[in-house]
């Protein structure tokens, strides 16, 4: 079973920031974390990964808080190509050869 | 341009009648995944292959072939394909099989 949990959905206005909170209270200490979205179908997309440190890329920023136990993937400003369903992973199957997706959290964005 | 390319996109067929989806990427990975997608109960590995003639397993793999002989293409076989083998495929190439990047999806129906 998925070691995460995110909210089912969230709304976020065009132009704001999106904060996407996701609870991994049960990571392992070399586990990382990751999130991909899904737009509608489309393959999953990566978006960004992080062990320890903070990480920010051209697409997000994402925060880990100092116990590890849970992140949050922040879109500084949020547009309407931007509503997908967000995965946060960290565990992988048994034999270690996929993440998990789990049900993610599903963000709208709108005008 | 990196990319993952799947074809069909769609694709319609009767039971029984074997069918290949084809996925190439040109980012030289040298792993590459099939996953199954269906509602309520995420992406599932079907397959996956760590280089060129390794393949094994995933966590659902019945009734499906796979094939590694280039490094760039990893074709997916339903030999005799079932109603319940319809669903929304994807195919995936990652560097380290932490970052996937993911192909656009083929959806398959079997009458």
């Known amino acids: 079973d998925a070691k995460t949990t995110q909210p089912p959905s969230m709304d976020c206005a065009e132009g704001r920031a999106a904060n996407l909170p996701c609870n991994h209270s049960t990571i392992s200490g070399n586990e990382y974390v990751y999130w991909y979205r899904q737009i509608h179908s489309q393959g999953p997309q990566y978006i960004i990964h992080?062990?320890?440190n903070n990480e920010t890329n051209e697409m997000a920023s994402l925060i880990i808080t100092e116990d590890r136990k849970s992140s949050t993937l922040i879109l500084p400003h949020a547009t309407l190509r931007d509503t997908a369903v967000y995965y946060c992973i960290v565990n992988r199957n048994q034999a270690g050869t996929a993440l998990i997706f789990g049900k993610g959290t599903t963000l709208s964005v709108s005008s | 341009e990196a990319q993952v390319t799947q074809n069909p996109r769609y694709l319609i067929t009767v039971t029984g009648k074997k069918l290949t989806v084809t996925c190439s990427q040109n980012m030289n990975h040298e792993y590459m995944s099939w996953y199954r997608q269906d509602p309520g109960l995420g992406l599932r590995q079907i397959y996956y292959?760590?280089?060129?003639?390794?393949?094994d397993k995933g966590d659902v793999p019945e009734g499906y072939k796979v094939s590694r002989k280039e490094k760039r293409n990893f074709p997916l076989i339903l030999e005799s394909p079932s109603p319940n083998q319809t669903s929304l495929y994807f195919c995936?190439?990652?560097?380290?099989?932490?970052?996937?990047?993911f192909g656009a999806g083929t959806r398959l129906s079997v009458l």
């Open positions: 292959s760590m280089n060129v003639e390794v393949t």
């Open positions: 995936a190439s990652s560097p380290d099989r932490g970052i996937q990047y």
């Open positions: 992080g062990l320890k």
